[in-house]
């Protein structure tokens, strides 16, 4: 047999190996959680009743109506939606200041991300709808939206900033060569290939913003956590109704990262052909 097909074959035998380890490792870690689980429920004498949980997600009995839960999320993927691009839009502006020659813009730039940086989320959303949103009668769901755009804004800057100046700087000249104004520059020579390198660690902040948004429960905002608090406190279903929120936020994350996945692949195979 030819030493290429040997080579292959071992290969293979060798992948094979390896997932039957990794499924019988996963298999002995799940069940070693759930006999946790299992005995940790038994001493505290907790009786399971997730047959109650699904009228928290949604009924059927007159058409479809949304529970708790669900109205819970949409809420959560409002104020994360709008965050978002609220974020990435001071995380440009911010990186774009840092480089400038402009001592004003980069100064304010650096003083926003050392004081944002350097202080707890929590701390800086009870200061907004504390503090400034009484100033300029700003609601608690909007309250929300700026702290977490301002939180999630400084770190972008940096990603953002990564993503300009890894570009070569011969492709700069070229366009200043060519007449090119600086919006015209970024927008259709640098921003174009510096957001498909940063791309994945834009998806990670992405998805810190969904796990963020947790934290506006504390304001009183109906999300998927303060949903899933009500219910508890009403029905003690403890256990059931958080492993279910958690299970949610875990799924949307997931969505999220595969669709920014698949963008990810399309826009390699745009510049990449």
Not at 32 to 45: C, D
Not at 247 to 265: G, H, K, N, P
Request: with cysteine; proline share 4%; aromatic share 14%.
């Amino acid at each position: 047999m030819p030493e290429g097909v040997c080579s292959l074959a071992r290969n293979n035998t060798h992948r094979g190996h390896d997932f039957l380890v990794d499924t019988c490792m996963y298999l002995a870690v799940m069940a070693g959680f759930v006999w946790l689980l299992a005995s940790g429920s038994e001493r505290l004498g907790y009786n399971w009743q997730w047959y109650q949980v699904p009228q928290y997600i949604c009924t059927w009995d007159n058409g479809f109506t949304p529970g708790l839960l669900l109205k819970g999320l949409w809420v959560t993927f409002k104020i994360t939606g709008v965050s978002l691009v609220l974020a990435f839009a001071i995380g440009l502006g911010t990186a774009l200041c840092r480089m400038s020659r402009s001592f004003m813009a980069h100064a304010i730039a650096r003083a926003y991300m050392e004081l944002i940086r350097n202080s707890p989320l929590l701390i800086q959303l009870f200061f907004i709808y504390f503090v400034i949103a009484p100033i300029f009668d700003m609601g608690a769901f909007w309250s929300a939206v700026w702290a977490l755009s301002l939180f999630e804004g400084a770190y972008a800057s940096e990603i953002f900033r990564a993503g300009i100046t890894s570009i070569h700087t011969g492709q700069f000249e070229a366009g200043r060569s060519l007449g090119m104004s600086p919006y015209t520059l970024y927008r259709h020579i640098i921003l174009p290939q510096a957001i498909r390198r940063i791309l994945p660690p834009l998806t990670s902040q992405a998805v810190s913003l969904v796990k963020d948004s947790a934290l506006v429960a504390t304001i009183s905002i109906y999300d998927l956590t303060m949903q899933g608090m009500t219910i508890v406190s009403e029905t003690f279903l403890t256990f059931e109704i958080w492993f279910t929120v958690a299970a949610i936020y875990l799924a949307v994350t997931l969505i999220l990262s595969r669709i920014v996945a698949v963008l990810e692949q399309r826009m390699n195979g745009m510049y990449n052909p």
